[in-house]
């Protein structure tokens, strides 16, 4: 099994990282790590897996997030997504919020970290592919140092080796998902005393990471960034990254070759019975920071809500976006 390069990667992020979102993004980068939305292993096991699982191969490698505290049942959905394909299965501890507590899974798992381990070793039982954990530095007041190292270690003693932490603590009552990625306070040095202290497992920081610079300086401190929502919205930060990071001659594409790309994507996906929308709504960021961005967002929003919207609708739109104002 060939090891994943896990020094770049993009964060599962809800009702954002799909499977059309992930085609758009790995264009901007051939190698990182991209990460599917969290999926209930119920919903694995029990719903239109087809759909739930389905992704192109152009998105390898790219691993499968999966949501549950059931071994059994993480088990079984571990190895549906083993056996249809996916590199990696990597285990939500990190979501705060109240829809996925009330299912006693995320990031309240942390408080039970036999559990955890319960579960990662049963599917690693079932599955070759690697197993990971995706976790917060605590939760409420269970914030010291000294809990997230016993948590991890406890994880790793059950064979997990890879752990992506956001250095941030996630709130569990009293904050939305999306305060609890902008309140409680960012702490890298935490995790990078993590790595130090565990130097033999992977350790990869997420959380609050945006630029160039700040990307690479972790890499003295972890073993890989994940980034979240900054490569959703700038996604040329990708191919800023890449070019840094692997230094293989790697040309950042220009925006008609991404949008030619994307239109013949868009093509086979609406022959499939796939709305149009469903794909331009996360090409928005293409323009991010540039000439014509604005008019870029709004030809596209606009023009993918008329009905009878074919993929001609993305060249027409760069081009409205691109051409000079008289």
Known sequence: MKPIDRRLSVAPMLDWTDRHCRYFLRLFSPRMLLYTEMIVAQAVLRGDRGRLLAFDPAEHPVALQLGGSDPEMLAAAAAIGA?????????NVGCPSDRVQNASFGACLMARASLVADCVRAMQADVEVPVTVKCRTGIDDLDSYEFLRDFVAAVADAGCETFIVHARKAV?????????REVPPLDHARVWRLKRELPQLT???NGGLR????????????????LGREAYHNPYVLAELHRVIWADGFTPPEPAVVVAAMQDYAGRQIAAGVPLRAITRHL???????PGARAWRHALTEGASRPGATPALLPAALRAALTPIQ
Do not use: R
């Not at 056996?83 to 285990?91: C, F, S, T, V």
């Open 83 to 91: 056996a249809a394909g996916y590199d990696e299965i990597n285990l």
């Open 172 to 180: 569990l009552a009293g904050l939305s998902p999306k305060q609890n």
């Open 203 to 205: 350790i990869i920081i």
């Open 211 to 226: 630029t160039v610079p700040q990307v690479t300086g972790q890499f003295t401190h972890v073993d890989g960034v994940m």
């Open 284 to 290: 928005l960021g293409l323009l991010s920071g540039q």
